[in-house]
Nanobody, 126 residues
């Protein structure tokens, strides 16, 4: 069974930074692309960023480009999201997800991800 556990969420003022982490269990990390999604109250879950297993190429939502950085440490089965210049509209529960197909390209589509963590709350005050 694949397990993904997020951490690092919290309350921060606008303009501040947070670093989210996602720990993957067992051999479930390679060779899959990984992603972060978020869901604000009353809204659908939306794509934030993704990173491929091969070469580490990345993909970002326009709303976070230039402010957020996704990275991974394959040897440690860890995924990260560095969030800078946070805005109140970044407030959401953030989820990490593992791609459904090995060695796949980055995708913005929820259905391309098979396993999800429980989420970590990020609240940005104005």
């Amino acid at each position: 069974q694949v397990q993904l556990v997020e951490s690092g969420g919290g309350l921060v003022q606008a303009g501040g930074s947070l670093r989210l982490a996602c720990a993957a269990s067992g051999r479930s990390f390679s060779p899959y692309a990984m992603a972060w999604f978020r869901q604000a109250p009353g809204k659908e879950r939306e794509f934030v960023a993704a990173i491929r297993w091969i070469g580490g190429s990345t993909l970002y939502a326009d709303s976070v480009k230039g402010r957020f950085t996704i990275s991974r440490e394959n040897a440690k089965n860890m995924l990260y999201l560095q969030m800078n210049s946070l805005k109140p509209e970044d407030t959401a529960v953030y989820y990490c997800a593992r791609a459904r197909v090995p060695n796949s390209s980055n995708s913005r589509l929820r259905n391309d991800y098979e396993y999800w963590g429980q989420g970590t709350q990020v609240t940005v005050s104005s």
